[in-house]
């Protein structure tokens, strides 16, 4: 049994002491019927010569999302495109064999709309008008993430036993129609990110020049009163022997701009929904915010660091 226990007090205090935040700016979003917010968004992704983003879409006080495509129509500023993918939440993109991946969390709501289940589920396509289901991740496991690395790696987040609160698996496939539920539920744990007091998740895997795998993801633990408290975070990760460097945290609610909260539990929640990383050493990091609103913030490249490793 680790006898590890994660400093989450001194992992802020670095933060705070050098945040290396440039700037932030509040996404907004053209062309949606009643009152919704658009929040947990995937990063911005060029397809097709054209740039999109993929947001959860929901009423303030209802968690029964659809996960809806904007366009980017000009700073700042994206219009709904008419594709809806009901009853999924916090949408991710990856591609994978020149195809478009579009993963979320499938909700599955009972008759009187309550959520009782859930689990990730992946889309594939040549374009957003033909997107259809092709991985289903176990039941009860959000925040499964895929990348093409020369192999196919898979980050899990299994809940519960070990998982405790929920912790990341990571496995490999030789070719994506072997990224089942079985294999993504038999992904070992990685060792020593969390405690059993914190939980976490991966967002997005980014292929590094060294061979390293830089992960972008969340650490969160709870406070009385059942208050979320969750922020963003990086690590690196040797694909080979399971290595690791220690989780950095790169943001946190109180560095972008004041804002709505879905509920007062949440007000201090960010999610990460993806990095873009730039030739000038900085990388745009999308979010969303208090379960409420999509910010993104041009921050320090996180992964820089981690390319200075010795290559696997």
Same mark, same amino acid.
């Given at each position: !049994?680790?006898?590890?226990? /994660? ?33 947990? @968004?995937?990063r911005a992704f060029t397809w097709r010569g054209q740039e999109y983003i993929a947001g959860r879409v929901e009423p303030r ?40 991946? #579009?993963?979320? *969390? ?15 589920? %992946? ?17 009860? !496991? ?7 690395? +020369?192999? %196919? ?6 809940? +519960? ?7 990341? +698996?990571? *496995? ?46 969340? #650490?969160?633990?709870?406070?009385? +009163? ?6 963003? !975070?990086?690590?690196? /990760? ?10 950095? @945290? ?18 201090? #929640? ?10 000038n050493k900085t990388a745009t990091l999308y979010t969303g915010l208090s379960d409420a609103e999509a910010h993104y913030a ?10 200075e490793l010795p290559s696997k």
């Amino acid at each position: !049994m680790s006898q590890f226990k /994660l400093n989450l007090d001194s992992l802020l205090e670095s933060h705070r002491s050098r945040p290396g935040i440039v700037t932030t700016k509040r996404l907004h979003f053209l062309g949606l019927s009643g009152a919704v917010d658009v929040y947990n @968004i995937s990063r911005a992704f060029t397809w097709r010569g054209q740039e999109y983003i993929a947001g959860r879409v929901e009423p303030r006080d209802s968690e029964l999302s659809s996960v809806r495509f904007f366009k980017r129509v000009g700073i700042d500023l994206y219009e709904a495109l008419p594709l809806t993918l009901n009853n999924l939440q916090d949408p991710c993109v990856a591609f994978i064999d020149g195809f478009l991946l #579009v993963g979320g *969390t499938e909700i599955y709501p009972d008759e009187s709309g309550r959520i009782t289940s859930w689990r990730t589920v %992946y889309y594939k396509g040549q374009s957003l008008d033909d997107l259809q289901p092709v991985i289903y991740a176990p039941m009860q !496991m959000k925040d499964v993430r895929l990348a093409q690395c +020369g192999r %196919y790696y898979v980050m899990s987040r299994p809940q +519960g036993g070990n998982a405790k609160w929920g912790k990341i +698996g990571f *496995t490999t496939s030789p070719d994506l129609s072997g990224i089942t539920a079985e294999l993504i539920e038999k992904a070992p744990l990685i060792e020593d990110l969390f405690d059993d007091d914190h939980w976490g998740g991966a967002n997005q895997i980014h292929c590094l020049k060294n061979g390293w795998l830089g992960i972008l993801g969340h #650490v969160a633990r709870m406070s009385e +009163g059942y208050v979320r408290h969750y922020y963003g !975070m990086t690590f690196a /990760l040797n694909p080979k022997t399971l290595e690791h460097t220690p989780v950095k @945290i790169i943001c946190e609610r109180a560095d972008f701009a004041p804002g709505a909260a879905k509920r007062p539990d949440l007000t201090d #929640v960010v999610f990460v929904g993806g990095l873009v990383r730039h030739k000038n050493k900085t990388a745009t990091l999308y979010t969303g915010l208090s379960d409420a609103e999509a910010h993104y913030a041009v921050i320090e490249d996180p992964f820089l660091e981690y390319e200075e490793l010795p290559s696997k």
